[in-house]
T-cell receptor
């Protein structure tokens, strides 16, 4: 398993602003992902954070809205840009520690409320 | 398209009352089926991975089973601390296939 720390744990933001969420892992991991969990719903994959290259985005998510950085194998950031109330959600960082077994481990999440 | 459904949406049990949660899936070649527990305000916590039909995994009061179309999470003599949302997810076998999560079952165990 891996210990995953996310900052901030929660924030209240104004419409039109941007917020960057940080994800720090206690060990080097190959796979890092960012998920969104809207109120009362399950998890939706936003993108795969690739070390040293551009993130791979899922359908419905674009780099201009959700820019992602991954400078090394233990750290990644997700920015939610030009926020609107529809972006109010929990954003979760996730890592895969083994290509063979496939389990994902999650951070505690960052709960964003956009006013 | 890979899909995961879970039933029931919510389940309320008395302490000690055993029951099962269902996860039905369609996937183009199953690599693994995963069960997670999520407490309010927290990220999902990994419970089990199942890889092939007939496989079973156990952890304390929980037992997960897998068939070719569905998985069950059996909860034996639950306690109030088992109250949580239980999520099921599948991953396809082909390279680059990502996890698909179900909507979850919200379990409440009353003392």
């Amino acid at each position: 398993s891996a210990v995953i720390s996310q900052k901030p744990s929660r924030d209240i933001c104004q419409r039109g602003t941007s917020l960057t969420i940080q994800c720090q892992v206690d060990s080097q991991v190959t796979m890092m992902f960012w998920y969104r969990q809207q109120p009362g719903q399950s998890l939706t994959l936003i993108a795969t954070a690739n070390q040293g290259s551009e993130a791979t985005y899922e359908s419905g998510f674009v780099i201009d809205k959700f820019p992602i950085s991954r400078p090394n194998l233990t750290f990644s950031t997700l920015t939610v840009s030009n926020m609107s109330p529809e972006d109010s959600s929990i954003y979760l960082c996730s890592v895969g520690t083994s290509v063979n077994t496939g389990e994902l481990f999650f951070g505690e999440g960052s709960r964003l409320t956009v006013l | 398209e890979d899909q995961v459904t879970q039933s029931p949406e919510a389940l309320r049990l008395q302490e000690g009352e055993s029951s099962s949660l269902n996860c039905s899936y369609t996937v183009s070649g199953l690599r693994g089926l995963f069960w997670y527990r999520q407490d309010p305000g927290k990220g999902p916590e990994f419970l089990f991975t199942l890889y092939s039909a007939g496989e079973e995994k156990e952890k304390e009061r929980l037992k997960a089973t897998l068939t070719k179309k569905e998985s069950f999470l059996h909860i034996t003599a639950p306690k109030p601390e088992d109250s949580a949302t239980y999520l099921c997810a599948v991953q396809g076998r082909f390279y680059g296939q990502n996890f698909v999560f179900g909507p979850g079952t919200r379990l409440s165990v009353l003392p």
